[in-house]
Each structure stands twice: as C-alpha cells, then as structure tokens.
C-alpha cells in the first residue's frame, strides 16, 4: 500500500462547476498537508498548505484536513479551463520531506 | 511566493557524457534542497536530499554515483549526471524551502527535461 492514495483521474467538468479532489494516506506521523498544481512540462506550484487538521481558504480554494480520517480535500469553486492542470496532494512529517500522491490530472471544459 | 530557479529547462546529450543542473533559491536561503525526478504522467520521486555543506541523503534505489549531488552555498544545489544513458532521460525537479520559515512550505524549480540519445 501507497503512503499516500490519489486517484490519478482523468476528471473532466464543465466550467463554473465545483472541483472536489481527494488523498488518503495511511502514515499517522503526517502533519503538514499541501496541494500542488502542476501545467504540462512545468514544476509544482504551491496552491494550499495546511498544517495539521482543519480548513483553509484561499479565494476560490478551499483545503481540508481530516487527520482521524487521515483524508485531504482540494474544493475549488467557480472552476475556469485555465484550472486545467495535474493537481497534487503531498505531505510531510516535518523536515520538509515531502510524500507526493500521483497526481490527478483536471480538465475543465469551456 | 518564494522563487525557485533551475537551469537549463531543456538539455539534450549524447548517451556517456554528463550533465549538470542547477537549483537556485532567488530570494532566500535554503540550507536543503530536494532533488526529485518525474516520468510523463507519474508522481514526483524523491532522489536525494541536499544539505549544505554536507553530503547529500540519498533515496534507497538511487545510485549516487551516476547523480552527483553539490551544495556549496545556501542558494544553490546542484545535480549531475553521470555517464547519462537513453534510461536517465526524464523531467528532473528541485525544491527549496526558506530556512526562516519554520512552517516548511516548499517551492519548486520550473524543473529540467534531460534526453539521452
């Protein structure tokens, strides 16, 4: 079993729908959670980074931790085809050593 | 956000020669970076942590001979490859994280496409 679950998709919506992306993990001692967006041949940029259980929001996003659960959600509102990118969940322990789910790959359809 | 520079984006060589990239932090200090490699539609792989001043921590499978593995200042990381073969060709993608900020948060290079022909 993965240290951290991510399904790699594809998902397709239609625009202005709202976008739920997901991560189970299975290693207790995670305690910083972040979600990365990544565009075709480009590295990683940091979109949410929580620490330990909670929400956080941040314009359209909003980022779960359910650490009881050990699951991690990803909403984004009003989604827009420029959100087209593979998204990934990754956490760590501390040390910034990060543990990164596959990635699911998001279009959004004009 | 901090920025995080590689160089070059995009390098091509000949199967047996060698290759460097370079990792910068732009507008902090990092006193680690990460080097990891990603082939087309996977995840990022960690292959080493780089420590400033020190020798690099490798990840179990990677041999650290074929990825040398620099970092002599607190801005900049580097790795090279090798004796590249057709087999090292993937997208290659550092990080850094600000050693003022306690909290962790990790930024990424534009990362580095190396083919081996």
């Known amino acids: 079993q993965k240290e951290v679950e991510q399904d790699p998709g594809p998902l397709s919506v239609p625009e202005g729908a709202i976008v739920s992306l997901n991560c189970t993990y299975s290693?207790?001692?995670?305690?910083?959670f972040m979600w990365y967006r990544q565009y075709s041949r480009k590295g990683p940029e940091l979109l949410m980074y929580?620490?330990?259980?909670g929400n956080k929001e941040d314009g359209r996003f909003t980022a779960q931790v359910d650490k009881s659960s050990k699951y991690i959600s990803l909403f984004i509102r009003d989604s827009q085809p420029s959100d087209s990118a593979t998204y990934l969940c990754a956490m760590s322990a501390g040390a910034q050593k990060l543990v990164f789910g596959q990635g699911t790959r998001l279009t959004i359809n004009p | 956000g901090a920025v995080v520079s590689q160089h070059p984006s995009w390098v091509i060589c000949k199967s047996g020669t060698s290759v460097k990239i370079e990792c910068r932090s732009l507008?902090?200090?990092?006193?680690?970076m990460f080097w990891y490699r990603q082939f087309p539609k996977q995840s990022l792989m960690l292959m080493a942590t780089s420590n400033e001043g020190s020798k690099a921590t490798y990840e179990q499978g990677v041999e650290k001979d074929k990825f040398l593995i620099n970092h002599a200042s607190l801005t900049l990381s580097t790795l090279t490859v090798t004796s590249a073969h057709p087999e090292d060709s993937s997208f290659y993608i550092c990080s850094a994280g600000d050693r003022g900020n306690l909290a962790g948060e990790l930024f990424f290079g534009e990362g580095s496409r190396l083919t081996v022909l």
């Open positions: 929580t620490y330990s259980s």
């Open positions: 290693n207790s001692a995670f305690q910083y």
């Open positions: 507008d902090f200090q990092a006193t680690t």
